[in-house]
């Protein structure tokens, strides 16, 4: 900070410039040339130890800071800027930071650096005079620090010192020998104090022995370990829910690569000279060679293994004898000559002898440390860094692509190698799935799962048992449904199952079965056969859908769905009938008809959900049914072209589960002012088509365009009430006249649950439960055509009126009509 300060001092002087507020300071604090040694500070400079301190202290917009409250007390800030009179402004992240009451301007002497929270993103380099800039070189390299790029900016708290993964040493002196292990690591030995490896010791009977410790590591399997990751990390200033998303779902991906690498071993190679393959550089642990760990090279080529327990080299084959290898290590000599040394079960550090024959130099080997996980990688690193760069739609689209990450490293037992290349493809490669991902799941949706937890041990065991319920489910209603079943026996059924879904993650794999189950129970029949199913279950898997999937599950809400799908609650069922009778009126009102690829889109909705969504399609049918009909523009070729055109379950389809949670303002159920339960508003549009059949064949009647348009316009709860009343008229001349007063009537009221009891009783009575009412008698259609007629052309006669008489005609003097009637005589 002082070199650069300095720096900018010479460049300002150079360029003619007027020297900076800080520089200003420092010159009156007796900083800049020219300050004799009494030098006094000015204006409150700060005590003599502050000023001692002043270059190390230096702050720069963007510090996080502890700074002195109001209160008197310290408290969390970052500096935002140097002001002229040398305070700073800050932005306090506890305290308001607008108004009178806000304290925001702080003095040197109120501030300290908060080291562990500073941001991570490299401010940019101040300009430099040559002669700063070699200084400040110097100073770089001799510092080595880390803050230059964002990987390096990660806290290295999760990274575990090789000596700590060697546990509690056991009484010196034990015999130990060679013992296989499983690949997950391999013997322990003891460290001394400057972390020389002590792999050997002399025993009491002079016998060179190994310290072998016993293995403090949770033996339980991987995929039911905990993944805690830190939450201290700051991968980028993040500036705004995406980036902080995608910031929280690289975390939960290192936790989960930590736990895979937290016994891999990486071991640095050097001084290799003038060979014509690349052998420098680091070997990873790849697994077990005769009962001892071997190292292969990161970019392959080139093995580390202990040969015959004889002694270590450096070959391009694995198992190949030292006198073929590249280098090999120094054999351990045995101490007083009294015991042969055993060789180090651990590659051993130092200088190796190369074997001139293949190459020339000094080989070293570096001590073995943990391997750090391969993600991101430099290439995914800058990538990623470009999308969060950019807007709201392109950072969703990369929170979709690391959802995906995720999913197949914290739902799998075994997570997949290069990730990064992963990550790459996907936003290179893949970018128009990734595009329509975003497009079909809500943004409140997606960042709720991109921010939920790391499933715990007990959830993804309660996961593995979900997906044996649903397979044994499917396999029952193959058996019950199919006279002759496509599986032998449930093994077989299972077996081709996990050959289909095995590999992926295991929301995938819930939903995908989810759906086949859901899709036999709707159609109570069950796949033709094997090759039918096995495309059902794949299509899951596909990139697009896959994503989709796990951008919109976690994995508690695809256990919340596997058994929903598996019970047989009463609950259950309605809701499982009423998606029945709602598809069934698609297709028998409007011939529209749902693909199985897109009802599987619908099966990742809760059922409540999928029902509610089918009920908000077939409302918007029914009013643009309305809107088309009463256009004067369009004739009717027009008109049905267009309404063609609107009946694409896709489009309704994408159109909802896009906006599934997130309008609250198109709220199906409250529509006739009185919150109606969606279960009870499928019953309520079932019962008015059962209200309108009956009235068909009672008296033949069906509403006319008119009607109907007026019946699209009004919710259901009134649309049923005005449909009951119709029924129970005792007299009706005019139907549909009748019927368009009682929906206006009914459209004002507010009403609710009410209404479906009405139609309960009413629907008893119909069909001869009861109490036993007398029908009203059905005049003929063409007699009441006639009266109808007669009716409408009655005219009052103008040349006579009705008195007790009758009709009597006019007279000039009234007589006759207006004479009084005497009563009869004897």
Not at 253 to 277: N, S, Y
Not at 382 to 394: F, H, M, P, S, Y
Not at 533 to 555: D, F, G, H, I, N
Request: hydrophobic share 40%; glycine share 6%.
């Amino acid at each position: 900070d002082a070199l650069l300060a300095e720096a900018r001092d010479e460049w300002e002087a150079a360029d003619g410039g007027s020297p900076s507020p800080a520089a200003k300071r420092r010159r009156k604090d007796g900083e800049g040339e020219g300050a004799g040694e009494g030098a006094e500070p000015l204006d409150g400079a700060g005590s003599a130890a502050e000023e001692a301190a002043g270059d190390s202290l230096a702050f720069a917009a963007g510090d996080v800071v502890k700074a002195k409250y109001k209160n008197g007390k310290w408290y969390e800030a970052t500096i935002e800027k140097e002001n002229e009179d040398g305070t700073f402004s800050v932005r306090w992240a506890d305290f308001a930071n607008e108004g009178d009451d806000a304290d925001t301007a702080k003095s040197r002497h109120e501030l300290h650096k908060d080291v562990e929270k500073q941001p991570v993103i490299k401010p940019t380099p101040l300009q430099s005079s040559p002669a700063a800039e070699e200084q400040a070189s110097e100073a770089g390299k001799a510092d080595d620090t880390a803050a230059d790029s964002w990987e390096k900016s990660w806290d290295k708290s999760w990274e575990k010192t090789w000596e700590k993964t060697w546990s509690k040493e056991e009484e010196h002196g034990e015999e130990t020998a060679d013992k296989e292990k499983d690949g997950s690591g391999w013997d322990k030995g003891k460290w001394d104090e400057e972390g020389e490896n002590q792999l050997a010791t002399w025993n009491q009977e002079g016998d060179y022995d190994y310290y072998e410790e016993e293995d403090t590591v949770d033996e339980s399997p991987l995929e039911f370990r905990d993944w805690p990751f830190k939450a201290d990390w700051h991968n980028w200033e993040a500036n705004s829910k995406e980036a902080m998303t995608a910031t929280f779902l690289v975390q939960k991906i290192r936790a989960r690569m930590e736990a895979d690498w937290e016994k891999t071993k990486l071991v640095p190679v050097r001084g290799f000279q003038a060979t014509p393959r690349q052998v420098n550089g680091d070997y990873i642990q790849a697994g077990l060679h005769e009962g001892r760990p071997y190292f292969e090279h990161v970019d392959g080529g080139f093995f580390m293994y202990c040969w015959e327990k004889k002694v270590w080299v450096i070959s391009p084959e694995l198992g190949a004898s030292n006198i073929d290898a590249w280098a090999e290590a120094p054999v351990p000599e045995a101490t007083q000559g009294k015991a042969k040394a055993k060789v180090p079960k651990a590659p051993p550090r130092g200088d190796w002898q190369a074997n001139l024959a293949y190459a020339s130099g000094t080989p070293h080997v570096s001590k073995a440390r943990n391997a750090e996980p391969d993600f991101p990688s430099d290439d995914a690193l800058e990538l990623i860094k470009r999308w969060v760069r950019q807007g709201a739609v392109d950072q969703r689209a990369l929170i979709a692509a690391l959802n995906w990450v995720a999913a197949c490293v914290l739902e799998v037992k075994d997570a997949p190698p290069n990730l990064g290349d992963a990550i790459v493809a996907l936003l290179s490669q893949d970018e128009g799935v990734l595009q329509k991902v975003v497009k079909a799941v809500p943004a409140g949706v997606l960042l709720a799962k991109a921010n939920a937890p790391i499933p715990v041990p007990d959830l993804r065991r309660k996961a593995g048992e979900s997906i044996a319920e649903l397979t044994k489910a499917l396999h029952e209603q193959h058996e019950r449904l199919d006279e002759e079943p496509i599986f032998a026996n449930f093994e077989q059924f299972q077996a081709f199952v996990d050959d289909i879904l095995g590999s992926a993650p295991l929301t995938v794999r819930l939903q995908a079965l989810v759906h086949a189950l859901e899709f036999v129970l709707l159609k109570a029949q069950p796949y033709p056969d094997a090759d039918a199913l096995a495309v059902a279950l794949a299509k899951r898997s596909m990139p697009q859908r896959a994503v989709e999937t796990v951008c919109r599950l976690s994995l508690a809400d695809a256990i919340w769905l596997a058994n929903t799908a598996i019970m047989g609650t009463e609950e259950v069922k309605v809701l499982r009938q009423g998606k029945i009778s709602v598809m069934n009126r698609f297709y028998g009102e409007w011939q529209m008809s749902a693909a199985e690829d897109e009802l599987a889109q619908l099966h990742t909705l809760r059922l409540n959900k999928q029902l509610r969504v089918l009920l908000l399609i077939e409302r918007d049918i029914e009013r643009y049914w309305a809107r088309v009909v009463n256009s004067s523009c369009r004739d009717e070729h027009e008109r049905t072209a267009a309404l063609k055109a609107f009946l694409n379950f896709r489009d309704r389809l994408l159109h909802h589960l896009a906006s599934e949670g997130e309008k609250e303002g198109d709220s199906l159920e409250m529509e006739s002012r009185k919150k109606v339960e969606v279960v009870q508003l499928a019953s309520v549009r079932k019962s008015i088509s059962d209200v309108l059949k009956t009235l068909k064949v009672q008296y033949g009647w069906r509403p006319s365009r008119s009607t109907r348009v007026k019946m699209s316009k009004t919710n259901w709860v009134a649309r049923l009430s005005a449909l009951l009343f119709l029924a129970n008229a005792e007299v009706c001349i005019d139907a549909d006249l009748k019927l368009k007063v009682l929906l206006q009537q009914e459209s004002a009221r507010k009403l609710g649950s009410e209404v479906v009891t009405y139609f309960e009783h009413w629907h008893s009575l119909h069909g001869g439960e009861g109490l036993s009412l007398k029908m009203p008698r059905t005049i003929a259609s063409e007699k009441a055509r006639r009266v109808e007629q007669r009716y409408n052309e009655y005219e009052n006669d103008q040349t006579r009126r009705f008195t007790g008489q009758g009709y009597q005609p006019f007279t000039p003097a009234g007589l006759g009509a207006g004479a009084p009637v005497a009563p009869g005589t004897p």
